[in-house]
């Protein structure tokens, strides 16, 4: 069983920065997609960045500009570097990974990595 594992969450002021890293223990394809989703207590939970195989990527509007996605390939880690950050953008942020293995379909989540954006 592959596990996500999330790091780099924290307490931090507004504008400030952080990195998070999400490592796959196990093997995912490296043609699968890779993405950062964020829950807020209350909300719903979104689509926050992903990146294809091929390094394509898309970002949610609230974060355009501000957060860069990128991944490791042959470390099966993706990365969220966040900057300019946004009491708005407090939330737990989850890893997710999806695609094919041969003929079977995985879809994996991590446990979740607070943000924390505060004066």
């Known amino acids: 069983q592959v596990q996500l594992v999330e790091s780099g969450g924290g307490l931090v002021q507004p504008g400030g920065s952080l990195r998070l890293s999400c490592a796959a223990s196990?093997?995912?394809?490296?043609?699968?997609?890779m993405a950062w989703y964020r829950q807020a207590p209350g909300k719903q939970r979104e689509l926050v960045a992903s990146i294809s195989s091929g390094g394509g990527t898309g970002y949610a509007d609230s974060v355009k500009g501000r957060f860069t996605i990128s991944r490791n390939n042959a470390e099966n880690t993706v990365y969220l570097q966040m900057n300019s950050l946004k009491p708005e953008d407090t939330a737990a942020y989850y890893c997710?990974?999806?695609?094919?293995?041969?003929?079977?379909?995985?879809?994996?989540w991590g446990q979740g990595t607070q943000v924390t954006v505060s004066s």
């Open positions: 997710n990974a999806v695609g094919m293995l041969g003929l079977r379909a995985y879809d994996y």
């Open positions: 196990g093997s995912i394809s490296s043609r699968g997609v």
